[in-house]
């Protein structure tokens, strides 16, 4: 589905709470530069493949060599996989940048239609939920990184327990080293870099699932904007009125389902990426949880992978809603008392109306609250497969 042409110089006026987190992470450009980012921007990724690359390769190693052993670390096994499902939710978020940026642009158009009501509000709202989000993120992995390190010595008993020794402990990310690492200051830096990761990259699995509630959100908004458009184009008397307002609400009906289009097809793989990994990962958790290791850090970590998947869920949920009700916004309003063109007019947007809108996760399934439901009940099923 194509995009709307661009304008270069309209300022993005969605997302600015979570826009900024992304750059902080490096995985955005500036702003004003997000619909054509500069060297700067470049430099930025580059960056970002270096942290993510020495990150997820290495705890790749170690979780071939801990399968290859039937090792029984769930705790690691689960940070492993929850590393890697955001190096590849990141990876096409990245690669997505660009029709992203796009519907943001889109999003904050309002020369055709008028800014919706209660836009300010909702933006206000959703720009402190996400400040919200990131400060329980940060502070969960800052706990969670501060036990690991104080479990050294119990990490180090377990491993020879396990006799397995493919890690340094310490670490949040089980890393496969080469080389010796337990002496000042070189476990220092590794453990500078694990937190400096950690912050910048190990969150972005929730704030991608976020971003796409906000952008779900903000088009329900537009959704709720046509059906009161609607209800005041047949108030009027004057037929000329109501022919020319009811093309206006066409072409916004029109404009919002491409939009929804655009949104599916943007993030319809990350989506996926995220539906099928997040199963393992919380199972690998509740497999943690229940041997009673680091049962709080992991019910902390299960809560962000379950919130971050009722985001998305969520987000599709209000979509498909919203996009039913314009059916009753329009049967709701005065059209028998407009002429017969704009009936036939109405009748052809009630026929659109019919078939509902909605976000998907590739093959998988359709973004809404059930799929939410179906992906909880994996994670058991995986768990009870890992405990037999």
Same mark, same amino acid.
């Given at each position: 589905m194509p995009h709307p042409p661009q304008n270069p110089g309209r300022k993005i006026l969605v997302c600015l709470v979570n826009r900024k987190i992304f750059e902080w992470s490096l995985v955005w450009p500036a702003e004003g530069t997000e619909l054509n980012p500069g060297f700067e921007y470049k430099l930025k990724i580059a960056l970002c493949c270096i942290l993510i690359i020495f990150t997820v390769i290495p705890s790749g190693v170690v979780l071939f060599f801990m399968i290859k052993a039937h090792d029984s670390l769930n705790a690691n096994i689960s940070a492993i996989v929850a590393s890697d499902t955001v190096f590849y939710m990141l990876f096409l978020f990245l690669r997505k940048q660009h029709d992203i940026a796009l519907i943001l642009d889109n999003l904050s158009d309002f020369t055709?239609?008028?800014?919706?009501?209660?836009? #300010?509000?909702?933006?206000?709202? =959703?720009?402190?939920?996400?400040?919200?989000?990131? @400060? $329980?993120?940060? %502070?969960?992995?800052?706990?969670?990184?501060?036990?690991?390190?104080?479990?050294?010595?119990?990490?180090?008993?377990?491993?020879?327990?396990?006799?397995?020794?493919?890690?340094?402990?310490?670490?949040?990310?089980?890393?496969?080293?080469?080389?010796?690492?337990?002496?000042?200051?070189?476990?220092?830096?590794?453990?500078?870099? #694990?937190?400096?990761?950690?912050? =910048?990259?190990?969150?972005?699995?929730?704030?991608? @699932? $976020?971003?796409? %509630?906000?952008?779900?959100?903000?088009?329900?908004?537009?959704?709720?904007?046509?059906?009161?458009?609607?209800?005041?184009?047949?108030?009027s008397q004057n037929c000329s009125v109501v022919s020319e307002n009811l093309k206006k609400c066409i072409s916004y009906h029109i404009e919002i389902l491409n939009l929804v289009s655009n949104i599916d097809h943007t993030f319809s793989t990350i989506m996926l990426v995220h539906f099928l990994l997040t199963s393992s990962v919380c199972a690998f958790i509740e497999m943690t949880i229940a041997e009673g290791r680091q049962v709080l850090m992991g019910c902390s970590h299960m809560a962000m992978w379950i919130t971050a998947l009722y985001f998305v869920c969520l987000g599709g949920q209000r979509i498909m809603d919203a996009t039913g009700s314009v059916a009753d916004a329009l049967w709701a309003s005065e059209w028998y008392n407009s002429d017969t063109s704009c009936q036939k007019a109405v009748l052809l947007m009630l026929q659109r109306s019919q078939k509902t809108s909605r976000l998907t996760a590739g093959p998988f399934g359709i973004l809404q609250l059930p799929l939410f439901v179906s992906v909880i009940k994996a994670s058991y099923s995986i768990l009870c497969v890992l405990t037999s």
């Open positions: 055709k239609f008028g800014k919706p009501h209660g836009f #300010d509000r909702l933006e206000k709202m =959703l720009n402190i939920f996400a400040k919200v989000l990131t @400060a $329980y993120e940060i %502070l969960s992995m800052t706990a969670y990184k501060y036990i690991t390190i104080n479990r050294k010595a119990v990490c180090k008993r377990i491993q020879i327990e396990e006799d397995f020794k493919g890690y340094h402990c310490g670490l949040g990310i089980p890393r496969f080293i080469p080389i010796g690492i337990e002496f000042f200051p070189v476990y220092e830096l590794f453990i500078m870099y #694990d937190f400096v990761y950690s912050f =910048l990259i190990s969150k972005m699995c929730s704030q991608i @699932a $976020y971003h796409v %509630l906000e952008i779900a959100l903000h088009t329900v908004q537009r959704i709720e904007h046509l059906k009161s458009m609607i209800i005041e184009t047949f108030d």
